[in-house]
């Protein structure tokens, strides 16, 4: 077993758990046998920890969040709409399953999958279980989960059922219950996955020699089996893990999973099916695609056949199905077995259908369309759980319910009763939890997986393991969020540890991410870079500004450089007129905008929204530590709040600025030198010469009393003062200002550097094949380098007394924007087309 | 009867389509009553895959996928049926609604089960308590089932005007029931929500239905339209249907095409396309008898020479 981290003092008497832990009378302990005797297959790690001592332990809890938080685990919560993603939260304190207990479990959940999957290919073909009188018509035909165009599309004799989740409560007798099955795209695996690793980092001595079983090769048996569900290309099958995308609650799982069982991330508008075949649609064109991992709901993959009123996903998707162009897992119409209601008649469809007893119970569910099962539920009302067998229905605890709320069910009950079910109520089995540095009791619920393989079904040696909240709050969801747990199964002998990332599945084909890019991904990277450096450049500004702005509250003049800074922000409301104090408060007012109203377009909190939106959508090309920075930055940024000082905003933007630096530097030094990284690249540069151009008219052309104190703002917010002063090293010049910021390509702030390095990462996209013209892009580059190149610097060079010149600098800006303006529709026109979308001929009604 | 029955569907878009996947259902189904010759479908541009099945329901669905750039399709169905007399319809059958809504409930054969999803809610049918109190009328207590309908088949021609441009495909039936106006598939929807607010199952059918002209006037080519009518169930019985939009039972001039829930399961063209824009439709469907000496010559070998009967 396991060495404590840190050998405390010996002086120090640390209390024992079973000492100051107090487990409720009435339930099952996990850890606990009895108040203060502990289970035996608990001892080896209670006394590991203990020896660590509680303070280290919550130390160590911290370390867990802080690198959950670091590696962006989030999930993101539909009905709270101020913060919609949260951090993903663990308690440090594994939950540990002795050897034997688990490997019931696990012949339950092996049973089950096996009965599902028959049930499945039943229900989609013969329908013996409804003919023969097995299961009331009614339960399944009602069910949204029943696809019809599915009919057929589940041949028997073969496993359908790919991944499958059951979730597991204990009751005071120390038996396992089923609560319920996910068969449409079981989520959460990959959260027990990450868990794991956490802890592991978090305490590496602990898991390093702990006798627990390994996650690794049950994702190894998943990516083989989706592998091997390949019809075409089954050497180097093409697999992906399609997803609604980043707003979806569990976008960071199938980012995770994507990246670790190594496929790609798609959302249904990537894909296109054609000649009854699923594409890829990428910038070097269409790849095929031969299996989808499908965390999307079936109803929502195909607005052809399964949904008429709706526009998202691929059409044609079932037809390719059905034409054995592609394989989907889990199966479209797989959702049918997730029906709460089928809990009570499985024990004889387990009979009748495997022969076999169901070793794994389900909770006690009386399904209200049968007479009797309805009598049973309206006379026990207090005692059971109601809920509709809807998919995500509200749940209703019978003894909470008051009076009319309790005459309303029942009568929704009547009006159609085979919509509902009554599951008993169970008291779930508690865990230790570290909370305030002492241990509590907290219910706890398990999410087991299980994975098709050839000979069956591998059940995973760990799961999900939710917390509730408060001891009598037994809604544990994930959807709700909550907080978890790591599972051990314990193994005889301590495992080694093993990681898919560090594994190589048989032969390799060599690649380079290149062409093969969807563009979906290419045009998220193009406005990542966009709103990086926007993000950037308003910091700049704003960080300029407060600097002005404290200026102003020590001396009163009119300054000048303030309303460029405002006018440049997009938030001026010139205030010069007015009192002093009236001024005061109308320029704090804008800043405050600036720096806190995300529904201000252009805040800082917006354009950071933005930049977020577009980076996770891409999350699966973004490096580990990328992802890190990004997080800081999105915390340092919300912490600005109304009641900092201006001084210590202007600090925190500082502190803001070397993040997005570093962003943007690691980006660059990590993220392959291919089409990704060139889109990066194009959108932060095409940003940053309008940027640029922006500034320039504003402080040359715009202002009435241009002079020395705007020219070192412009200076110093495109961070070029250090440069000009090692180069002049004198006053102020305009016409050397202009020249090291329009014409110095050697000057990456300069417009002629910023445009000569998007001519060479145009030049260098995808083309069209069998063309030998320029694209519309490459044509609008040229354009402005050309003009740029052409414009008289004699002319310019007498910007403080010539208006002639200032009257040629306006025009040379004008010509620059004409080309630079339209540049973006013409990247979005030649490689973002796949945002076409799709239209009924004919909209249903539903 | 023989016909040849023709259905044309055009969709013009403003804007250029790249791609889109369709469903049609405008092949007859093959019944013991009905017996039809290879479909002629003709569909421009071509598709680039073009494949034939039978759906849940047992309805013959043509899928295509188009591959090429268009701005018009087309598609056009060609079918040669001959329609007897439907075999049950002159059976006696006694039973009371209630016996027959009582044996949906209790009887063990597989097919009576398999009928009880025809008395559950679908998407353009919801079971509502109007409906209950407008059927009331013609279903009252112990009142043999067939006689029942057949009321309530006269009722809904009698209460309701034909008037096509009153309601669309998103017309909810509580409006059709409220102006008492419709088409023959309001109708359908009506009298199959009728009967399953009863705890009856009752079915869609779509089809088509011979027009006769006015006596001295030509037949207008292109001038019918697709028809739609409903069945309701009888253990031990079968299917047996009725059009409440004629106050008739279906006949030999009734071309079944297919049937289903309600319209959203037999909707004759539905298609997803990428690009496209707005689009208008033309619809003609005709429906042309042929006359008695071409069958009486033509040879059944030979017009119906690839028939193979199903169902």
């Not at chain 1, 919300?638 to 570093?662: H, M, N, Q, Y």
């Not at chain 2, 073009?50 to 399709?73: K, S």
């Amino acid at each position: 077993m396991a060495e404590a981290e840190k050998t405390p003092a010996d002086s120090v008497v640390f209390p024992t758990y079973a000492s100051i832990y107090r487990p409720g009378q009435s339930v099952y302990d996990e850890m606990c046998s009895e108040p203060g005797v502990l289970r035996p297959h608990w001892q080896a790690l209670v006394s590991s920890l203990e020896a660590m001592g509680l303070e280290e332990l919550e130390r160590r809890g911290v370390e867990v969040q802080r690198l959950l938080q670091d590696n962006g685990v989030t999930y993101n919560v539909y009905d709270d709409p101020r913060d919609a993603q949260r951090p993903w939260e663990v308690d440090p304190i594994p939950l540990l399953m002795a050897e034997a207990e688990w490997a019931s479990i696990e012949e339950g959940l092996e049973q089950r999958s096996r009965l599902l999957n028959l049930l499945l290919t039943d229900l989609y073909g013969p329908r013996t279980v409804i003919r023969h009188g097995l299961l009331p018509p009614e339960l399944v035909f009602t069910h949204p989960g029943f696809l019809r165009p599915c009919f057929h599309t589940l041949t028997a004799g073969q496993r359908w059922l790919i991944t499958h989740a059951v979730d597991l409560g204990r009751t005071p007798d120390g038996r396992f219950w089923a609560l319920g099955d996910r068969t449409q795209s079981p989520a959460g695996a990959g959260y027990a996955l990450e868990t794991r690793i956490i802890m592991a980092r978090a305490m590496p001595k602990l898991y390093r020699d702990a006798p627990l079983r390994r996650l690794a090769g049950f994702l190894e048996a998943e990516r083989a089996t989706l592998a091997g569900l390949a019809h075409h290309n089954q050497e180097h099958p093409h697999v992906v893990l399609l997803t609604p995308g980043p707003l979806n609650a569990n976008y960071f799982e199938h980012a995770y999973l994507a990246n670790y069982l190594s496929l790609s991330l798609v959302e249904g508008e990537d894909l296109a099916v054609r000649d009854g075949r699923v594409w890829l649609k990428t910038l070097g064109g269409l790849r095929p695609v031969d299996v989808i991992l499908r965390r999307v709901t079936d109803e929502y993959c195909d607005p052809l056949e399964l949904r008429g009123d709706s526009l998202v996903g691929t059409p044609g998707l079932l037809q390719a199905v059905r034409s054995g162009g592609v394989a989907v897992a889990n199966p479209l119409g797989g959702g049918i077995v997730e029906n709460p209601g089928l809990l009570a008649f499985l024990p004889t469809l387990c009979r009748q259908l495997l022969g076999e007893d169901l070793r794994l119970p389900s909770v006690d569910t009386w399904w209200c369309g049968q007479a009797e099962s309805h009598d049973y539920v309206e006379s026990h009302l207090e005692e059971l759980v109601i809920r509709s067998i809807l998919p995500g229905s509200e749940r209703y605890v019978g003894a909470t319910l008051n009076e009319t709320a309790r005459t309303g069910l029942l009568e929704r009950i009547r009006a159609a009763p085979h919509m509902y079910v009554g599951q008993a109520s169970l008291s779930l089995s508690t865990a230790p939890c570290l909370e305030q540095g002492s241990l509590v009791p907290r219910p706890v619920l398990l999410r087991g997986y299980s994975v098709a393989v050839e000979d069956g079904y591998r059940v995973m040696p760990g799961a999900l393991v939710r917390v509730s909240p408060g001891l009598d709050d037994l809604r544990v969801s994930l959807r709700k969020g909550g907080i978890s747990k790591d599972l051990w199964v314990l193994a005889p002998t301590p495992q080694k540890h093993i990681s898919l990332l560090r594994q190589a599945y048989g032969p390799i084909v060599a690649t380079r991410d290149g062409a093969d890019l969807p563009s979906r991904v290419a045009d998220n990277l193009y406005w990542l870079g966009r709103y990086c450096e926007r993000l950037d450049s308003s910091m700049r500004l704003v960080r300029e500004a407060l600097g002005q702005f404290l200026e102003l509250q020590e001396q009163d003049n009119a300054n000048t450089c303030l309303d460029m800074l405002l006018d440049a922000l997009g938030v001026s409301e010139h205030a010069s007129v007015g009192s002093r104090r009236s001024r005061f408060f109308a320029i704090r007012r804008q800043l405050l905008i600036m720096l806190t109203a995300p529904e201000w377009a252009g805040s800082l909190p917006h354009t950071l929204a933005g930049m977020l939106r577009t980076g996770r959508a891409v999350r699966d090309h973004l490096g580990e530590d990328s992802w890190r920075i990004l997080n800081r930055l999105q915390q340092a940024i919300l912490r600005i709040a109304p009641t900092f000082k201006a001084r210590e905003t202007r600090e925190s933007l500082g502190d803001c600025l070397v993040l997005s630096a570093a962003f943007a530097g690691l980006n660059n030094e990590t993220i392959p030198h291919h089409y990704g990284w060139r889109f990066l690249d194009i959108g932060r540069y095409l940003e940053r010469v309008l940027t640029t151009l922006d500034l320039f008219k504003l402080a040359f052309v715009n202002t009435k009393n241009s002079g020395v104190p705007l020219w070192e703002v412009v200076l110093s917010t495109t961070d070029n003062l250090t440069a000009y002063r090692r180069r002049y090293r004198s006053a102020l010049h305009p016409t050397a200002i202009v020249d090291l910021l329009l014409f110095d390509e050697g000057n990456p702030r300069s417009v002629g550097y910023q445009l000569r390095r998007l001519k060479d990462q145009i030049a260098r996209l995808p083309h069209k094949q069998d063309t030998p013209y320029r694209s519309a892009e490459e044509r609008l580059i040229l354009e402005a380098v050309s003009i740029l190149q052409l414009a008289d610097i004699e002319l310019l060079s007498a910007l403080e007394h010539s208006r002639r010149s200032n009257e040629e600098l306006m025009r040379l800006l004008d010509e620059l924007y004409r080309p630079l303006n339209t540049l973006s529709d013409a990247m979005t026109h030649s490689h973002f087309s796949h945002a076409e979308v799709p239209r009924q001929l004919i909209t249903m009604m539903q | 009867m023989d016909y040849l029955v023709t259905h044309r569907t055009i969709y013009t878009y403003s804007g250029v389509v790249a791609l889109c996947h369709n469903e049609a259902r405008l092949l007859p189904r093959r019944l013991p009553w009905q017996r039809c010759a290879d479909s002629r479908i003709e569909v421009h541009p071509r598709p680039a895959l073009q494949l034939e099945r039978l759906d849940f329901f047992g309805n013959r669905v043509l899928y295509f996928g188009i591959q090429d750039i268009h701005q018009e399709l087309e598609v056009a169905v060609k079918t040669r049926v001959r329609v007897s007399g439907r075999p049950l319809s002159d059976q006696p059958y006694d039973r009371s609604w209630e016996a027959v809504r009582q044996a949906l409930w209790q009887d063990p054969d597989p097919e009576i089960i398999e009928a009880r999803q025809f008395v559950l809610n679908s998407p353009f049918v919801p079971a509502t308590n109007r409906l209950i109190e407008y059927v009331r009328d013609s279903f009252t207590a112990g009142r043999p089932l067939l006689e029942a309908v057949n009321d309530l088949n006269h009722r809904i021609h009698e209460d309701f005007t034909f008037d096509p441009h009153f309601t669309t495909l998103a017309t909810p039936l509580e409006e059709v029931l409220e102006s008492r106006r419709g088409v023959c598939q309001d109708f359908a929807h009506l009298g199959i929500g009728c009967l399953r607010s009863l705890g009856l199952a009752a079915r869609y059918v779509s089809g088509y239905l011979e027009t006769v002209p006015p006596p001295g006037q030509p037949r207008l080519v292109g001038a019918d339209a697709s028809h739609a009518w409903l069945a309701v169930y009888l253990p031990g019985m079968g299917w047996v249907e009725f059009d409440p939009t004629n106050d008739c039972l279906p006949g030999e001039q009734h071309i079944t095409l297919a049937w289903g829930r309600d319209y959203s399961d037999v909707a004759p063209l539905k298609g997803v396309m990428s690009g496209g824009g707005a689009h208008s439709l033309q619809v003609a469907v005709d429906v042309e008898p042929l006359p008695k000496s071409l069958q009486d010559t033509g040879g059944e070998e030979l017009l119906f020479a690839s028939d193979n009967d199903q169902d």
